[in-house]
């Protein structure tokens, strides 16, 4: 198919993409496939008013309700899947099945919330007072502002919709300025469950903004957001957390991550391989989750570099929209150019560098590709310790799992982790509080991929935030505490006595 048919299977006019100031371009070949009027800074404030005036009406239509527009959604997702999927292809580059994968991550977390949406339980707690009822109750807590990465253009946001819809919040969504054209597909997609839904959804529940940081920055800055989600890099969080912190708001923070897997000897060496080769290379290494650093016992070190060389020589790089493709281009030249700078610093610093080179034939001409890095580095040094959304992988070699853990351990960042081992010891004490620190941690899977039912999110510079599944929905409400005096009598708490 080509570039324009793309843009018009998934609903987007000639009209709507052309004579603006955001040039989108698509990592494929670099063609310009869109120019798009951006929001103005000077509407934000009616958007913000306009989320408010929906919260007041949203937060009392019932929960289930509120369930039934997110069921439509997912209707309305399953409807569009080709032709957002192949969307998601053109504008990030991902490959055909990780396209189709995105947005059935969409679909799934809209399954998850439709249950939610007759979950969200309070609690009954014991009162010391006789006479007394004590309760817990959730709340909607307002409008809910999404600011979300180029590398998951949509499901990422779908996470955040799908739980603040049920939660009774509206929502402000604002893509990356790389990829605003998945989110006005997906986002249409939206607006058709919303009006087959009818009156009881406001004017105004969801609302897509288009446009860069400063766009981003006046949701961040606003009181009348009470939850900003905002996914992306490290240095943006850094940004971003304290100024919401700073208006009394709650942040969710997704940040970047610098993600380990440790290889013990017993290890399922083909089983590790396949883990391996799928989580650094898959998506070209642009996942948060991607694998960056393999920490292998120096035992299976010499065996297991060998199979990966083996895997990686056989990598098809090329056109992602080909179904053979498993490696697609990295999202622009500057992302490629990164990552060999990064590769230099490495060889500098002992590393010794297997592919890692720009590839220019048989592939679209004007996209960033390159062929997926590994890395043997003597120690974790700095550039080892740095997140480049790249494919590259370091390996590195270790004696003891303490000594394993504690290099895994060792970086800034704290999101996903592995251990490959068919020891029972090993995988628990990974496991274990005195494991890995990270918000995610695996054994015998890689550490991309989640599914929707877990919680999703890091420690340390990844931010701290949870998204998705299990209780991440309470970060999407307000929490009360309520205690009813059914008696005839005034008790106070820890017996304190105040007669008068
Ligand atoms: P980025 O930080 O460049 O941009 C992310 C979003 O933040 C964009 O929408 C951007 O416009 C916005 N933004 C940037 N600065 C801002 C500011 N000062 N105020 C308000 N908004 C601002 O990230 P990217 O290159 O799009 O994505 C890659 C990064 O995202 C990687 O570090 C990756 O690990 C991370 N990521 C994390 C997760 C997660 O769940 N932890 C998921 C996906 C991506």
């Known amino acids: ?46 958007v913000i008013a306009r989320a408010q005036q929906a919260f007041a009406l949203w937060r009392t239509v019932p929960a289930p309700r509120r369930g039934e527009l997110v069921r439509m959604l997912g209707e309305e997702l399953r409807k569009a899947k080709a032709e957002l999927g192949a969307l998601v ?44 009822r004590m309760a817990e109750t959730w709340h909607p807590i307002g409008p809910v502002g999404i600011i979300s990465a180029f590398n998951f253009p949509v499901a990422v946001w779908s996470w955040n919709a799908a739980l603040a819809l049920v939660c009774g919040n509206p929502i402000i969504w604002k893509p ?9 597909a997906a986002h249409r997609c939206l607006e058709r469950a919303i009006a087959r839904f009818g009156d ?10 288009i446009g860069g940081p400063e766009i981003g920055a006046a949701l961040v800055d606003s009181k009348a957001v009470p939850v900003l989600s905002a996914t992306g890099s490290t240095r943006m969080g850094a940004f971003v957390g304290p100024k919401v912190l700073a ?66 020589a056989s990598l098809p790089v090329g056109d992602p929209r080909n179904g053979a493709t498993l490696v697609g281009p990295l999202v622009d030249g500057a992302a490629r150019a990164a990552m060999i700078a990064q590769l230099d610093r490495a060889r500098g610093e002992g590393g010794v560098v297997h592919g890692g080179t720009p590839v220019s034939e048989n592939v679209p001409q004007g996209g960033a590709y390159i062929t997926p890095a590994l890395v043997e580095m003597p120690r974790q040094t700095e550039t080892v310790r740095a997140e480049t959304f790249a494919p590259i992988l370091y390996v590195m070699e270790y004696e003891t799992l303490e000594e394993a853990i504690e290099m895994q351990n060792d ?71 309520s205690t009813v005096n059914y008696s005839a009598e005034l008790p106070l708490a820890q017996g304190v006595r105040f007669d008068i």
């Open 1 to 46: 198919m080509t570039h324009s048919a793309i843009l018009s299977a998934a609903g987007l006019t000639k009209t709507e993409l052309a004579g603006g100031s955001l040039v989108v371009l698509s990592p494929i070949d670099g063609a310009e496939i869109a120019h798009l009027t951006e929001t103005a800074l000077a509407d934000m404030p009616s």
């Open 89 to 132: 292809t053109l504008e990030v580059g991902k490959i055909t099945s990780e396209g189709l994968g995105e947005v059935q991550e969409m679909i799934d977390i809209c399954d998850f919330a439709v249950g939610l949406s007759r979950q969200l339980y309070g609690l009954t707690i014991a009162s010391e007072r006789p006479g007394h």
């Open 176 to 184: 990356s300025e790389k990829s605003p054209l998945t989110a006005m």
């Open 200 to 209: 009881d959804a406001p004017e105004g529940l969801s609302q897509l903004v």
């Open 247 to 312: 208006r009394w708001g709650r942040p969710i923070l997704e940040l970047g991550g610098n993600n380990a897997m440790i290889v013990a000897p017993s290890a399922d060496l083909d089983m590790a391989v396949r883990a391996i080769v799928f989580s650094a290379v898959g998506t070209a290494g642009q996942r948060c989750t991607s694998l960056r650093r393999l920490i292998v016992h120096r035992d299976i070190r010499a065996t297991l570099v060998e199979k990966l060389r083996a895997a990686y």
């Open 411 to 481: 970086v800034p960042q704290g999101l996903s982790s592995c251990i490959f081992t068919l020891n029972l010891r090993e995988a628990e004490t990974f496991l274990s509080a005195a494991g890995s620190d990270c918000g995610i941690a695996n054994v015998n899977i890689g550490p991309s991929g989640a599914e929707i039912g877990g919680a999703f999110g890091g420690e340390k510079e990844t931010g701290g935030g949870r998204e998705s599944g299990s209780d991440a929905w309470k970060g999407y409400m307000r929490r009360q505490t």
